[in-house]
């Protein structure tokens, strides 16, 4: 059976073809493009324009009795949200919020969980995260009046490797245990595409009393999550990349159910996170909703949130369960395709760095001449998504990529 056929094949056994024509598919010359970049940004859910719409005619026909009124009351707009959010990262509906975007929710997750003390004040993450996790943290230790150097911990792979080991973490936390405030580290390194084990470094983190924060940005709508019952402190993801809710797209934050209700914990206040029964008093004294709504700011970001919605939708009906198992036959036909290219064309020179521990997205080391043949797939049809200094990170998206899209792949490959 030819490598075109196998694809077909698959395809045709895959319950959850029909998914990838409810999705906008980038055009080239024609045809569909062989889209591989939806860990940076996903693709257009079709009933995105309706959605808005709605909230747009209920503005142009209600105004401000939208809030109240219309089809999607914007007052109650956030808890339209929280059942379908809590089924992708596993957590309790009222453990979850979407609010603001990621950096922000990040820098209020901190402001709660990070509170560092003469004696418990580091934070152990890994080197090189993502940048604005970087900067996040880096403002924050200077914020406290620590200097980063001396308080943050960077996990870096041993020599000539490139995922991180989990022992190693684990040994980290276990060596600055006594003077360790903060685990911080994504669900799925952005560069790599390693996952990492989230239940184990939260263990290691709370046997030495620090608490365990996620950045699960490459993680969510990517890879099954048990946020709950792993008993992470807190976590936070953007909806724009697995979740196809559009640039900016509004953000997602866990916070534990032992946490959420604990007037204790300290958090910056605003209007939307107050008691909505009493919100319209217009009354001094903060009094937090319950759940992690309370933790909001301002109002919902409607529109934001009406193509999250939709794209919610969806991911309700597929399940990530079917979602994660096409993942994985996926992912490991395009790394068999990449390896076939290479050995069928000796042009190509390049290495799989993502471990097995992964979700959809592969990284490519390149060599020298990378940059070329990222260009080269670009004018064939295929968007992938540059690194620098040389890597090209692919990730076929089980809900709208096909078997055959990875034929495509392999067969320009073969002609570069």
């Not at 060596?175 to 390194?189: D, I, K, R, T």
């Not at 792993?230 to 900016?248: I, R, T």
């Not at 909703?289 to 409607?302: D, E, F, K």
């Amino acid at each position: 059976m030819s490598d075109e056929a196998k694809a077909r094949a698959l395809d045709s056994k895959d319950k959850l073809k029909d998914f990838r024509s409810r999705f906008f598919i980038p055009q080239h010359h024609g045809k569909d493009a062989v889209y591989l970049t939806g860990n940076s940004l996903g693709l257009q859910p079709k009933t995105v324009k309706a959605a808005l719409e709605q909230e747009l005619d209920d503005w142009a026909n209600l105004g401000v009795e939208g809030h109240f009124n219309g089809a999607n009351p914007w007052f109650y707009y956030h808890k339209f949200l929280n059942e379908a959010s809590a089924k992708i990262v596993g957590a309790l509906p009222d453990e979850v919020v979407l609010m603001n975007q990621l950096t922000v929710n990040l820098h209020l997750m901190m402001v709660s969980f990070y509170r560092p003390i003469k004696e418990r004040y580091k934070i152990i993450m890994e080197a090189g995260a993502f940048p604005s996790d970087q900067y996040a943290v880096e403002s924050q230790v200077k914020f406290h009046g620590f200097d980063y150097k001396k308080s943050v911990i960077e996990i870096a792979p041993r020599a000539g490797e490139y995922a991180l080991r989990t022992e190693d973490i684990i040994a980290a936390i276990e060596e600055h245990g006594s003077s360790l405030a903060l685990v911080m580290f994504s669900g799925v390194q952005y560069y790599t595409g390693q996952v990492f084990d989230v239940k184990a470094l939260t263990d290691a983190a709370h046997k030495v009393g620090a608490i365990a924060g996620f950045d699960l940005a490459h993680a969510a709508g990517n890879v099954r999550l048990n946020l709950h019952n792993w008993d992470v402190d807190f976590a936070v993801w953007c909806s724009y990349k697995y979740l196809n809710s559009g640039p900016g797209g509004v953000s997602g934050a866990f916070i534990h159910q032992r946490h959420i209700n604990n007037p204790a914990i300290p958090r910056f206040a605003g209007w939307w996170g107050h008691d909505e029964e009493v919100r319209f008093r217009m009354e001094k004294g903060f009094i937090p909703q319950s759940g992690a709504a309370g933790w909001q700011l301002s109002n919902a970001p409607v529109f934001s949130m009406a193509v999250h919605k939709a794209s919610l939708n969806i991911f309700d009906e597929a399940g990530m369960d079917s979602l994660t198992a096409k993942s994985k036959t996926l992912t490991v036909f395009l790394e068999t395709t990449l390896k076939t290219s290479a050995e069928r064309n000796p042009k190509l020179h390049f290495n799989i760095i993502t471990p097995k521990d992964r979700g959809c997205q592969l990284s490519v080391l390149t060599g020298s001449e990378g940059k070329k043949l990222h260009v080269y797939l670009a004018e064939n049809g295929v968007i992938a998504d540059w690194r620098e200094p040389n890597v090209i990170r692919m990730a076929p998206v089980p809900l709208y990529n096909s078997f055959e899209d990875i034929d495509r792949l392999g067969r320009i490959l073969e002609k570069y």
